[in-house]
């Protein structure tokens, strides 16, 4: 009988859902061995992206019980509803835990009293970073999380909202260490939890060292964790009748909305080639008259649709209840998934290999 070739092996094995994979662990050291590789986790990812598939939408919702739970359900579909094992779930009165940030299937979630978690929903794994105690009763705690494509390492970056106590956990080195302070403030109350792209963590800030309150979308490399500022949209308007809102990812470029004060709307831009000005695009506007919360300007945009005819959003209230906006009709639909919670915090994530234990990526 022939021997199948191992690069035949690893590509059939690289197309089968991560599941499968886990379990197929089971059968053999050098299938163990090929399955935790970081050949075949790439060539997998690699695939997910490019063909769309193995999309998942985690909703994390806050139950009476004093306890988070987390459900999956396949994006396009909405269906297929599974709970997950949810890391640093269980919590108090006042104390409250948020997953801030999504990566390559990787989550970071937050706990005001146990810290940091990174968990892989897809393997299950679970990584607890050395808990830092840098805040104070005039700073609030800003979060990001995404990947060094220079290092290849995975990072997650800790500040005040003032932009002092920069610091920045290696999964690679398994420690934290601060660098400069950031020279942006973040001082208005609006989900400021970092969106990764590019290689780097974006925010909304106002730059510490001028006299007005314009605001700016500027962003961390964690390759060479140095802050930049991005060309805005839109050059020629006044902070005094504009403002940036919440920066996201949506279709893989970076966006933000932004408001016109005294205009009851606000409109969402794409940056189609990242840190090209010419390159923003406007992509729709949702007024009160079409939305439906009240704190519309909290609104955060989560994903098209796989026709792109619609987008998710998210808005923002408490509890959240995201909608399906129609681009065409200009309308919204709440997302009703059998099974699952109302009221949830809904995230984007590609089921993968990628591990979340040191050394393993």
């Not at 690289?14 to 662990?25: E, I, M």
């Not at 800030?205 to 979308?217: C, Q, T």
């Not at 026709?307 to 995201?322: A, K, S, T, W």
Request: proline letters at 4%; a negative charge; charged letters at 25%.
């Amino acid at each position: 009988m022939s021997v199948v070739p191992t690069d035949v092996i690893t590509s059939i094995l690289s197309r089968l859902p991560v599941k499968n994979l886990v379990r197929f662990k089971c059968v053999s050291k050098p299938w163990s061995s090929l399955i935790d590789g970081s050949y075949l986790s790439n060539l997998q990812l690699r695939r997910s992206f490019t063909s769309n598939a193995n999309i998942k939408l985690l909703l994390d919702s806050y139950a009476e019980d004093d306890e988070y739970k987390a459900y999956s359900v396949d994006f396009d579909s909405l269906d297929n509803l599974e709970e997950l094992p949810r890391p640093l779930s269980t919590t108090s009165f006042g104390v409250s835990s948020r997953i801030f940030g999504s990566c390559n299937g990787l989550l970071a979630i937050s706990h005001d009293e146990a810290g940091i978690a990174l968990w892989s929903p897809s393997t299950k794994e679970c990584h607890y970073p050395p808990k830092l105690t840098i805040g104070d009763m005039y700073d609030e705690i800003i979060l990001g999380f995404g990947y060094d494509v220079i290092n290849n390492d995975y990072k997650v970056v800790q500040m005040l909202s003032s932009g002092k106590l920069v610091m920045i956990y290696s999964l690679k080195a398994k420690s934290w260490k601060r660098i400069k302070d950031c020279p942006y403030e973040i001082t208005f109350h609006v989900s400021q939890d970092g969106a990764y792209a590019n290689g780097s963590v974006h925010w909304i800030g106002v730059e510490n060292d001028k006299d007005d309150d314009a605001r700016v979308i500027f962003g961390l490399d964690i390759g060479i964790e140095e802050f930049h500022q991005l060309p805005g949209p839109e050059s020629d308007i006044s902070y005094k009748n504009f403002g940036y809102r919440s920066v996201g990812i949506l279709g893989g470029s970076l966006c933000v909305f932004r408001d016109i004060y005294h205009q009851d709307n606000i409109v969402l831009w794409v940056m189609k080639e990242y840190g090209v000005r010419e390159s923003w695009t406007e992509d729709f506007y949702v007024s009160r008259d079409e939305c439906w919360q009240w704190c519309m300007y909290y609104t955060r945009a989560i994903s098209y649709s796989r026709r792109g005819d619609r987008v998710l959003l998210d808005d923002g209230g408490r509890p959240r209840q995201p909608a399906w906006f129609n681009l065409n009709k200009q309308t919204r639909e709440v997302v009703d998934i059998p099974g699952a919670p109302k009221h949830f915090n809904a995230i984007i994530f590609v089921e993968s290999l990628a591990s979340v234990l040191p050394g393993n990526h």
